[in-house]
């Protein structure tokens, strides 16, 4: 809602995984679903919107990812988005997934801060991380014609 204030020409999506009412035996259950805790936080601003599309619909639209401790980051970068990891939020010590995070991004350039976050002002991303951290688009190609040439060869036993 903080980022919907701030931004109010922009439309902020919040993306859910799924709504209260599906997946309920998923691994990923949230605590608290975010549409009751909207109910519950009052009027709110009318650029902030919750959105159950799949990611790759959200990839096609997006202008800019923010994620707390959420795989999402990577996709976002795949993609070749803009995104912001923020790992300052309330209770981030409590979470046993801010420390991988911090870990795993450490010099990548997207952790980010409460006023950076909030001016939606994702910080410069480090090209040699980003190589680092991907492999090649074409190594699945190269891998898979790899494997067809392993199986088109002339096997011949040798005896002797």
């Known amino acids: 809602a903080a980022i919907a204030r701030a931004n109010p020409e922009r439309r902020v999506f919040i993306k859910l995984r799924h ?5 309920r035996r998923h691994l ?13 936080l009052g009027p709110l601003p009318s650029n902030l919107l919750l959105t ?9 639209t997006a202008a800019l990812g923010i994620t707390c401790t959420s795989t999402a980051a990577m ?35 997207i952790i980010t ?8 002002k994702p910080g410069a991303l480090n090209p040699q ?3 680092d951290m991907f492999c090649p688009d074409d190594l699945g190609a190269r891998v898979l014609k790899t494997v067809d040439r ?3 060869r002339d096997f011949q036993i040798r005896r002797g």
């Open 19 to 23: 709504l209260p009412s599906e997946n």
């Open 28 to 40: 990923h259950l949230e605590k608290h679903d975010y549409p009751g805790l909207m109910e519950r």
């Open 52 to 60: 159950d599309i799949t990611m790759e619909e959200a990839l096609e």
């Open 75 to 109: 996709d976002l970068l795949r993609a070749g988005l803009p995104a912001m990891v923020y790992l300052d939020f309330v209770d981030a010590y409590r979470d046993p997934l801010v420390p991988p995070m911090r870990k795993m991004f450490q010099g990548s350039g």
């Open 113 to 120: 801060s409460t006023e950076d976050l909030l001016h939606l």
């Open 129 to 131: 991380w980003l190589e």
């Open 150 to 152: 392993f199986h088109a």
